[in-house]
């Protein structure tokens, strides 16, 4: 059986997708797989199982990407076709079935709600990002972890007792107006230091792209080396993956790697401002958000509204009430910091 699967060039979205892809593999677990995907989140399904060929494809000026990717797929019998872009070109491929999305089939919930009712699913899949042995290997003695901390190379956490909590940050995001003030999380990570009872020997493991680091420089300063772990820049996203599952916890605004930190299944909690959390909240039992005081409707409403030059619209999210989140986060999934 051949799968063609077509999924979103943004991270969050794709990772969003990996769910029903699971869902495909296990319900046709003979069959070879084709996924194009855009190319900063292309890197998620290098490992995914059965995969016969990787397309990215970038966005073009009047559509020329579709074109090229159905040139690419064109002259192949597929036995499924699931696009979740809900492109024209999956009408004009030889394929014995066909899923699209269509806005008809968004009922207005979560994303991955939707995309579990796409394919008719009485439940949500689980996001699942597939990594190998080596990335936990790798990812251990970049991070100094010492053997009692390892992790299995399946996505599963060995039975130790840790002496410390690890907690990783995600303090960009993909524009400005969804970035809480650096200065907040200096003074949360304050906060969380100063409470050892609840965080015992606190370190702080920061995550990101490249284009971010110049965001995290002032934060660099204000603490002694050995309290931060700085990847920031320096991993791909299979090696993040692997980074998060050997940390007790997640706090960063909405962006892609907030919701691969839901997908890692610990304990994550995002920072939501001028987006919509009940439709992208990090999705998972661990999972959890706060939002700004000020309601989306008005932030994106407000004068001189520009979602790519507005400066951040998440000031009015206190580090106090962002704190008593975290607090609360912990105490539901205690065994996580044991």
């Known amino acids: 059986m051949r799968l063609l699967f077509i999924t979103s060039n943004r991270i969050g979205d794709a990772i969003l997708s990996t769910g029903i892809l699971n869902y495909l593999l296990e319900t046709y677990p003979s069959s070879k ?44 019998s597929w036995d499924l076709v699931v696009d979740v872009r809900g492109s024209l070109l999956s009408y004009f491929l030889w394929t014995k079935k066909r899923t699209i999305w ?59 007792k840790r002496k410390e909590t690890l907690i990783a940050l995600g303090m960009g995001a993909n524009w400005r107006g969804k970035i809480w003030p650096l200065e907040n999380f200096s003074r949360l990570v304050k906060k969380i230091k100063a409470n050892a009872e609840l965080f015992p020997n606190c370190r702080f493991l920061l995550l990101g792209g490249p284009d971010e680091r110049p965001l995290i420089e002032p934060f660099l300063k204000e603490f002694q080396k ?45 920072l939501f401002g001028p987006s919509r959390p009940e439709h992208y909240r990090p999705w998972g039992e661990k999972s959890s958000y706060v939002t700004t005081d000020i309601p989306y409707e008005k932030l994106v409403s407000g004068p001189g509204y520009d979602s790519k030059t507005t400066d951040t619209l998440m000031d009015s999210l206190s580090v106090e009430k962002v704190f008593e989140n975290v607090k609360e986060l912990r105490k539901k999934f205690q065994k996580e910091f044991s």
Do not use: C
């Open 33 to 76: 797989i084709t996924i194009a995907v855009g190319p900063l989140a292309a890197p998620l399904f290098q490992e995914v199982p059965n995969l016969e060929r990787m397309i990215p494809f970038e966005k073009q000026s009047y559509g020329k990407h579709w074109f090229r990717l159905w040139g690419a797929t064109l002259f192949k």
């Open 226 to 270: 050995e309290e931060i772990i700085d990847l920031m820049g320096k991993l791909d996203l299979l090696m993040v993956f692997a980074a998060l599952k050997n940390t007790d916890m997640f706090i960063g605004n909405d962006s892609g790697l907030m919701h691969l930190a839901a997908a890692a299944e610990i304990p994550t909690l995002g």
């Open 102 to 160: 269509t806005a008809q089939k968004d009922k207005g919930g979560h994303r991955a709600e939707a995309l579990a009712a796409l394919l008719d699913l009485a439940s949500v899949p689980t996001p699942k990002v597939w990594v190998n042995a080596d990335h936990y290997q790798k990812i251990k003695e970049l991070m100094g972890i010492s053997q009692e901390t390892e992790k299995r190379g399946k996505n599963e956490k060995k039975d130790v």
